[in-house]
T-cell receptor
Framework: AQSVTQLGSHVSVSEGALVLLRCNYS??????LFWYVQYPNQGLQLLLK??????LVKGINGFEAEFKKSETSFHLTKPSAHMSDAAEYFC????????????FGGGTRLMVKP | NAGVTQTPKFRVLKTGQSMTLLCAQD?????MYWYRQDPGMGLRLIHY???????AKGEVPDGYNVSRLKKQNFLLGLESAAPSQTSVYFC???????????FGDGTRLSIL
């Protein structure tokens, strides 16, 4: 079984501040991990993914995430928030079984204050 | 490159009416999915398909039916719409179950 917990359904930061969105997962086998972003009135877009190899993964728009096996975490960060980063962010988990589908977290809405 | 296309984008129905939501993908993906998204509840999987001619139930299948007669299309049907089915519906597709899913822009459905 696999599951994802995103701590904080809403996160608010000031423009220029660090963005930290938390994701913890549960998986009985080595996980594949994803972060998606959803802008208003749009579908989800892939930000970044981790499958194997380097544990620090860089994505689009300056975001990155680090896979920490000991903490079962895959937190998303960005050094300096921009107004355009305001969106909802979803973490998802699966594994190396091609038939195993993604399980999504409940989402975190990021608000960026001027 | 269209990706995943959903039609219609908006629809208002009366209780008891039926309708079909269409999803088309041009990426030759095997897997296709229908989700609903409601405030505070994230994405919930309604039905999915692992290939042409196959369908399976997801987390919240009641009140919905699906068909995958062609690989590129995945249809979601509401036989008798209820107000509880007011939601935003997303279609997605992927090569395999554990590959990134590609999403459409959603269909906003209101049932009065």
């Amino acid at each position: 079984a696999q599951s994802v917990t995103q701590l904080g359904s809403h996160v608010s930061v000031s423009e220029g501040a660090l963005v930290l969105l938390r994701c913890n997962y549960s998986s009985s086998v080595p996980p594949y991990l994803f972060w998606y972003v959803q802008y208003p009135n749009q579908g989800l877009q892939l930000l970044l993914k981790y499958t194997t190899g380097a544990t620090l993964v860089k994505g689009i728009n300056g975001f990155e995430a680090e896979f920490k096996k000991s903490e079962t975490s895959f937190h998303l960060t960005k050094p300096s928030a921009h107004m355009s980063d305001a969106a909802e962010y979803f973490c998802a988990v699966t594994n190396n079984n091609a038939g195993n589908m993604l399980t999504f977290g409940g989402g975190t809405r990021l608000m960026v204050k001027p | 490159n269209a990706g995943v296309t959903q039609t219609p984008k908006f629809r208002v129905l009366k209780t008891g009416q039926s309708m079909t939501l269409l999803c088309a993908q041009d990426m030759n993906h095997e897997y296709m999915y229908w989700y609903r998204q409601d405030p505070g509840m994230g994405l919930r999987l309604i039905h999915y398909s692992v290939g042409e001619g196959t369908t399976a139930k997801g987390e919240v299948p009641d009140g919905y039916n699906v068909s995958r007669l062609k690989k590129q299309n995945f249809l979601l049907g509401l036989e008798s719409a209820a107000p509880s089915q007011t939601s935003v519906y997303f279609c997605a597709s992927s090569y395999t179950g554990n590959q990134p899913q590609h999403f459409g822009d959603g269909t906003r459905l209101s049932i009065l």
